[in-house]
């Protein structure tokens, strides 16, 4: 029975392995009656579907199509992020004992194929080698079950994929190695070999690979928990003149609400009462706290940094500023196209094609061959399907995507997936954030110009020790600055922050301000003297900051947020390989251009929000641009989700990290240049792997059905079939390996 009203239902997806996988879910949860969207998110093997369907049949139609449907039913996202977790984990163990059971019993097998012969000839070889056969259809029923059942599924909609490969060439291999065993007589003695270490080490060996995706896939959903993470899970609301604390979940629109220093404000609002500077950098990116007075608005899971204040809830549960940057992360990652396994692409062609070859060698076998002609069929048929095994054509892009990924991290370049570092090859615009990405993120003292023959360090001791009751980022690079100068810090007393001003303070017997003109203007100081040389020091993108004692100018110091020392370099990089370089800012216009002309970027936008910044990235990719977004920040979320390629700085927050795609550790942007050299040359090496697959099957498809045997009587038995199989698995493994000695170019 459906439900009465519409509603948003999350389910755990178990056995989709491929992208192809994805279209046929959401095909067969849309037919569900009451079914309105359907939305799957490979990355986390999560689908949410909106409408009145019952869960029931929901679960049945995914069931119908071979998957399986778990409904997550945890109370909070929390909880059902941690039952994803769980159940991501039990997959991973699961994939790891198949991978350990079917290796177990190929790799001995293999072993004792390359010291002896594995013809059956005897009575006392048939019977061991019946055993054998098994133990080895054990194990390809408990650790190959899910790739018959795909296959099987596969056939029923009437599409080949990596599945119905594997279940063709360990099926094929091991009913002809049990033909040999049980009737061998019906085979030209030639032909009487098994081939059960084929069946075996095919499923252990993409066992193994299936886990490796699943191990890397498996933080995608930390973005999420991290951001969730960044909300209170309690408010203090104002009612009938009392203050209480109570569940966020609890607090209504419109109710008056409190937050006090340090902590963090629970929903969106406007502020009613009281001035206080806020720690909005998970929002805007910029370290600088803002002052908030009667009238501002403030957001949910910013940090409230000094004074308290009182605010009207304007925006609250799934309304509010970070609901909306969760929601943008996930949807991103849900409409993200999935890039299909290149493999699987050529199945759908290559299986059939085989499938139709080995018919019609049969049926010509049994027609027109010598006798005995069926067991001329037999063999061609077999040895047909046999060098058309997966085992190399499965092994050509993991391997190259494994080694690719590994060479990456030697450089400090941490990558999520194979379809990141296949991407990253064909970027054709990057987008960088300023702050913590072309910069360091940092402010640090750059200036410091003295007036009236003060003394520079009096100036920095007693800078220093009056900004040391601040917790403002300007104030402790001064005080860092300081600490580096080994200068002692003395305590200051009548401490005052002045709110959008600066502070004051005495110490001494003497009156210290620190602060902007502002602070100057209204203690009567004049600054003559020094504006033009602050208004130069604006306009490189510094903070100028007076100070001054009694009545009296003593100096300007300014701070800013250096610009990395190969930032420019790197840029450089990128725009020789003809990638767009595009800035994005919240930081403000005048600002954005000095760091803009430092670095050689043309094309930057100031004063930018986390949904402009994603918008940015899907405005750009509407035109056909393959964007790249590179950031450090929490507000960067939803743009590195959004890009096609998302790359992290790793010095930035954890929820930028777990929102993209590549992670630079080094937090150097040359390693942008690193990383695309190195997808440049994975894909190289995946392309040439994919020809040293096949060019042995496809070549040896035509032998094995017997063309050259009316002209020169070649048959291809079996055994070379087999040999055939191994070289180029051997061919595809040691090519991939050459990647190793790949290094990027810095030009």
Same mark, same amino acid.
């Given at each position: ?100 059971? %079917? ?13 002896? =012969?594995?013809? !059956? ?26 790739? @018959? ?13 990596? =599945? ?33 270490? $084929? ?16 191990? %890397? ?66 929002? /805007? ?46 949807? *991103? ?17 290559? !299986? ?23 067991? @001329? ?10 060098? *058309? ?34 991407? /990253? ?9 300023? /702050? ?44 860092? @600055? ?35 003109? $502002? ?26 900051? @007076? ?42 216009? $005048? ?11 043309? =094309? ?32 960067? *979320? ?15 927050? =954890? ?65 070379? *079939? ?26």
């Amino acid at each position: 029975m459906s439900n009465n009203k519409d509603t948003v239902q999350n389910f755990i997806i178990e056995g989709a392995n491929c992208g192809s996988c994805v279209a046929k879910i959401e095909k067969a949860l849309k037919s569900v009656s009451g079914a309105q969207r359907v939305e799957m998110n490979f990355a986390d093997r999560s689908v949410q579907v909106e409408g009145n369907a019952s869960s029931a049949e929901l679960i049945e139609a995914v069931e119908n199509i071979g998957y399986k449907a778990k409904p997550m039913n945890s109370e909070s996202e929390q909880d059902a992020l941690d039952e994803k977790a769980k159940a991501d984990n039990a997959h991973y163990k699961k994939l790891m004992r198949n991978m350990v059971l %079917a290796l177990g019993v190929g790799a001995p097998l293999m072993l004792y194929g390359l010291i002896f =012969d594995m013809s !059956v000839t005897t009575n006392a070889q048939r019977i061991g080698w019946f055993i054998v056969g098994i133990v080895t259809l054990v194990v390809m029923a408990i650790a190959g079950k899910q790739f @018959y059942n795909g296959a099987w599924q596969s056939f029923k909609n009437h599409t080949a994929n990596m =599945d119905t490969l594997i279940a063709l060439g360990t099926g094929t291999a091991w009913l002809y190695s049990m033909v040999v065993v049980i009737a061998p007589s019906v085979l030209p003695e030639v032909a009487r070999h098994v081939y059960f270490e $084929a069946s075996a080490m095919i499923i252990g060996l993409i066992s193994l690979g299936l886990a490796f995706e699943v191990k %890397a896939r498996g933080r995608t959903s930390e973005a999420i928990k991290r951001l969730i993470g960044l909300q209170p899970k309690t408010a203090r609301v104002v009612r009938d003149n009392k203050e209480q604390d109570i569940a966020i979940s609890e607090v209504l629109k419109n109710e008056t609400v409190r937050v006090r220093p340090g902590e963090k404000i629970p929903v969106d609002g406007e502020v009613i009462e009281g001035r206080s500077s806020v720690d909005e950098s998970m929002l /805007t990116g910029e370290p600088m706290p803002v002052n908030k007075s009667e009238g501002d608005t403030i957001v949910a899971g910013s940090i409230n940094k000094s004074g308290t204040l009182l605010f009207k809830a304007t925006h609250i549960g799934s309304e509010t500023t970070l609901a909306s940057i969760i929601n943008m992360v996930k949807r *991103a990652q849900n409409s993200k196209p999935s890039i299909g396994r290149l493999a699987d692409v050529i199945s759908g062609v290559f !299986v059939p094609t085989v499938m139709i070859i080995a018919v019609l060698a049969g049926l010509a076998w049994l027609n027109f061959g010598p006798q005995p002609s069926i067991a @001329y069929a037999v063999v061609a048929v077999t040895t047909v399907l046999i060098i *058309a095994c997966p085992c190399a054509l499965g092994l050509a892009t993991p391997m190259s995507i494994m080694v690719g990924i590994g060479k990456a991290a030697e450089s400090g370049i941490l990558i999520r997936n194979g379809e990141a570092l296949q991407t /990253t090859s064909k970027i054709t615009t990057m987008i960088l954030d300023k /702050t913590g990405t072309i910069t360091e993120g940092k402010p640090t003292v750059t200036d410091i110009i003295n007036f009236n023959d003060s003394d520079k360090v009096q100036v920095l001791k007693l800078a220093a020790s009056l900004e040391s009751g601040s917790e403002h980022p300007l104030a402790q690079a001064i005080v860092s @600055y300081t600490e580096n100068e080994d200068i002692t810090i003395e305590k200051v007393s009548d401490f005052n922050a002045v709110t959008g001003q600066g502070v004051t303070g005495r110490l001494n017997g003497q009156t210290l301000l620190f602060g902007n003109e $502002a602070l100057m203007s209204q203690h009567n100081i004049s600054i003559a003297e020094a504006k033009e040389q602050a208004e130069q020091l604006a306009s490189a993108a510094k903070t100028p900051m @007076y100070f001054a004692i009694d009545t009296q100018l003593q100096a300007i110091i300014a701070v800013a947020d250096p610009i990395k020392d190969d930032s420019a370099e790197a840029i450089k990089r990128l725009q020789k390989k003809g990638i767009h370089v595009v800035m994005l800012t919240g930081d403000n216009q $005048a600002t954005a251009r000095a760091v803009a002309n430092k670095v050689g970027i043309k =094309d930057f936008i100031a004063q930018v929000m986390p949904d402009d910044k994603a918008s940015e990235v899907t405005k750009r990719q509407a035109k056909g641009e393959i964007v790249g977004m590179t950031g450090d920040g929490i507000n960067d *979320a939803p743009a590195l989700a959004q890009a096609d390629v998302g790359f992290a700085i790793g010095t930035g927050t =954890d929820v930028a990290i777990e929102s993209a795609d590549i992670t630079l550790m080094r937090g150097s942007l040359q390693s942008l240049g690193d990383a695309i050299a190195v997808s440049s040359a994975t894909i190289v090496n995946i392309k040439q792997n994919l020809f040293g697959a096949f060019i042995y099957n496809v070549a040896g498809i035509p032998i094995a059905a017997g063309l050259l045997y009316p002209f020169f009587g070649i048959l291809l038995n079996p055994i070379v *079939a087999g040999a055939a199989m191994a070289l180029s698995s051997l061919t595809v493994v040691t090519n991939a390996n050459r990647l190793r000695f790949f290094k990027p170019s810095k030009s």
